[in-house]
């Protein structure tokens, strides 16, 4: 089963706006992390924060973690077309090794 | 280095048929995984190795699948007697153990059972 859920499902912006997405999970974790999937392709890996850290920076990207309300925020600044995919979050319980539960993601489109 | 490499990149087959898809991890990668994709959808986990440990395959979703890795390092999943329920994209993806949780995934291969 999931348990990241990503709000919105699908967002579209123009270039140069900035693009947040919202993930929910359900259970402690010991870490979230964000990946991006271009259409066909396999995943990319963006950013890991762990269940201690509040906020986390990536060049353009903004992560934030609320464990409190099981939520976190992936915000990325002054978007390009080539940011244009889907994003998703996943969450690692326990230990440092094992499963990550994926989320069904947010579809961002740019528009030049 | 070369990154994490699955084949077929797609492969169509006919109801009832076996089907394996081979997945190469990044060298010295420990950890592998494998998920399903169904569209749309986001990533669904079907089973996990570690090292020499016994493999997580909680996810398996029926005995009609298994699959194995060989010498810790390829790995082949099996589908036996597909369904057109199994029309997905299987993804693989690998890891470095000992805390390193980033995975790096395959390109993904595009089942079609007709």
């Known amino acids: 089963s999931q348990q990241g859920e990503e709000d919105p499902q699908a967002l579209s912006i123009q270039e140069g706006e900035n693009a947040t997405m919202n993930c929910s999970y359900k259970?402690?974790?010991?870490?979230l992390q964000w990946y991006r999937q271009n259409s066909g392709r396999g995943l990319v890996h963006l950013i890991l924060i762990r269940s201690n850290e509040r906020e986390k920076h990536s060049g353009r990207l903004r992560v934030t973690l609320d464990t409190s309300k099981k939520s976190s925020s992936l915000l990325i600044t002054a978007s390009r077309a080539a940011d244009t995919a889907s994003y998703f979050c996943?969450?690692?319980?326990?230990?440092?090794?094992?499963?990550?539960?994926f989320g069904r993601g947010t579809q961002l489109t740019v528009w030049p | 280095g070369a990154g994490v490499s699955q084949s077929p990149s797609n492969k169509v087959t006919e109801k009832g048929k076996d089907v394996e898809l081979r997945c190469d991890p990044i060298?010295?990668?420990?950890?592998l995984y494998w998920y399903r994709q169904s569209l749309g959808q986001g990533l669904e986990f079907l089973i996990y190795?570690?090292?020499?440990?016994?493999?997580?395959k909680s996810g398996l979703p029926s005995d009609r699948f298994s699959a194995e890795r060989t010498g810790g390092s390829v790995s082949t999943l099996t589908i036996q007697r597909t369904q057109q329920e199994d029309s997905a994209v299987y993804l693989c993806?690998?890891?470095?153990?000992?805390?390193?949780?980033?995975?790096?995934f395959g390109p993904g291969t595009r089942l079609l059972v007709l």
């Open positions: 996943a969450t690692k319980e326990g230990s440092t090794l094992g499963r990550l539960y």
């Open positions: 993806a690998s890891s470095l153990a000992r805390g390193r949780e980033t995975q790096y």
């Open positions: 190795f570690q090292g020499n440990s016994a493999p997580d």
């Open positions: 060298s010295g990668h420990t950890a």
């Open positions: 259970t402690s974790i010991n870490n």
